[in-house]
């Protein structure tokens, strides 16, 4: 019973700790009232989200809206065959009870990189 309710506090922190997730954007200056919005993320969801929303951000303190003209979106956390092997080793280290203490996780919030071009322009009226 002991193993089930740890396992359930764990699943219930790491859920908060997604959901608090800091947002991790850089905003580089482009020419033409242009700005290039970097976004990461745990998720490929996660680093659009935060790359949209800095993008919009940055924008409004202009008085301006966002407008997207270029994306792009990929995956460079670690290789997705062997985060499985770690995730694996993980979780049947963490079930046996037998070594308590700190288990390395396959993720991180870099895990996925969104680039956007965006122009700041004026809202329609």
């Known amino acids: 019973m002991e193993r089930i309710w740890v396992g359930t506090v764990a699943g219930v922190a790491l859920l908060a700790m997604s959901a608090c997730e800091p947002e991790q954007a850089t905003v580089l200056p482009l020419d033409d009232n ?12 996660s680093s659009l989200e935060s790359a949209i929303s800095t993008a919009n951000a940055r ?3 202009q008085g301006k809206e966002a407008f997207v003209l270029a994306s792009d979106t990929g995956y460079q956390g670690v290789d997705k065959n062997a985060a499985l092997i770690i995730d694996v080793l993980t ?5 046996s009870g037998s070594a308590p203490g700190y288990y390395p996780s396959s993720s991180s919030s870099e895990d996925w990189q969104t680039t956007l071009e965006v122009r700041c322009g004026p809202q329609p009226r």
Do not use: D, L, M, R
Not at 34 to 45: D, H, L, R, W
Not at 91 to 95: E, G, I, R, S
């Open 91 to 95: 979780a049947a280290a963490q079930n």
């Open 59 to 61: 924008c409004a303190q």
């Open 34 to 45: 242009k700005i290039k919005v970097i976004g990461t993320g745990y998720s490929e969801k």
